[in-house]
């Protein structure tokens, strides 16, 4: 329906995963800092994925805060498998979700663990009422819009401990009971905005503070 789906290069590289031991408000899931590897370079979406991009796949809209131009949200994990798999259908592409370390890996965009979107120089959609227009806030140094706040992002990964081993490609375990959430949402506290912040909810789940954006091989 004349709908275009942005995506944003990231290139493969090595980056330090986790909260440091002097962040205030980490979290035990956190932890410990570890080394991981990207190989493979990979496409993330520029914005999270819109009302109008879900209503032309899907053709229904269950979002909380109504507006072509919002983030689609109050979806649930099993209902982004759903979309994306219309979604490859109709575009003969395999988008996907990301997994939680490209999230972070694109969050960062070269900054700390401890600034919003990877960095202070971009803006974090915070109204504390309702989520907001894409663009409308700076994007991260990767040109990524609302990596923190608007709605907060599933991810494709289970949620597990950490290890201070070094991985490659992690992809989580292949069982579990709640899927990673990631960015933090518009309602949520400012801390919770930190790259590093790990939400998880279980995969048949939804509410109106969480969405997500594609990712591509």
């Given at each position: 329906?004349?709908?275009?789906?942005?995506?944003?290069k990231?290139?493969?590289?090595?980056?330090?995963?986790?909260?440091?031991s002097?962040?205030?408000?980490?979290?035990?899931?956190?932890?410990?800092?570890?080394q991981?590897?990207?190989?493979?370079d990979?496409y993330?979406?520029k914005?999270?994925?819109?009302?109008?991009l879900?209503q032309?796949v899907?053709?229904?809209?269950?979002?909380?805060?109504k507006?072509?131009n919002?983030?689609?949200?109050?979806?649930?994990?099993?209902?982004?498998?759903?979309?994306?798999?219309?979604?490859?259908s109709l575009?003969?592409r395999?988008?996907?979700?990301?997994?939680?370390?490209?999230?972070?890996?694109?969050?960062?965009?070269?900054?700390?663990?401890d600034?919003?979107?990877?960095?202070?120089?971009?803006?974090?959609?915070v109204?504390g009422?309702?989520?907001?227009?894409l663009?409308?806030?700076?994007?991260?140094?990767?040109?990524?819009?609302?990596m923190?706040g608007?709605?907060?992002e599933?991810?494709?990964?289970?949620?597990?401990?950490?290890?201070?081993?070094?991985?490659?490609?992690?992809?989580?375990?292949?069982?579990g009971?709640?899927?990673?959430?990631?960015?933090?949402?518009?309602?949520d506290?400012?801390?919770?905005?930190?790259?590093?912040?790990?939400g998880?909810?279980?995969?048949?789940?939804?509410?109106g503070?969480v969405?997500?954006?594609?990712a591509l091989?």
């Amino acid at each position: 329906n004349g709908i275009s789906i942005e995506m944003v290069k990231v290139e493969a590289g090595t980056f330090m995963m986790g909260a440091t031991s002097e962040m205030e408000n980490s979290e035990v899931y956190e932890k410990p800092v570890h080394q991981v590897t990207l190989t493979n370079d990979y496409y993330i979406g520029k914005y999270e994925v819109t009302q109008a991009l879900w209503q032309a796949v899907l053709g229904s809209n269950p979002s909380n805060f109504k507006g072509d131009n919002l983030p689609i949200e109050r979806v649930t994990w099993n209902d982004c498998q759903e979309f994306i798999s219309k979604l490859n259908s109709l575009t003969g592409r395999k988008f996907r979700l990301p997994t939680e370390a490209e999230w972070e890996y694109a969050a960062r965009a070269g900054g700390s663990s401890d600034e919003p979107a990877g960095g202070e120089s971009a803006e974090v959609a915070v109204s504390g009422v309702s989520t907001s227009c894409l663009c409308t806030k700076k994007p991260n140094a990767y040109g990524l819009y609302d990596m923190s706040g608007n709605v907060a992002e599933w991810c494709s990964d289970y949620l597990a401990r950490y290890k201070a081993d070094a991985v490659v490609n992690p992809t989580g375990p292949e069982k579990g009971i709640q899927k990673i959430v990631r960015g933090g949402s518009f309602a949520d506290d400012p801390w919770m905005h930190r790259c590093a912040v790990r939400g998880h909810m279980k995969p048949a789940d939804s509410n109106g503070k969480v969405g997500f954006r594609l990712a591509l091989d």
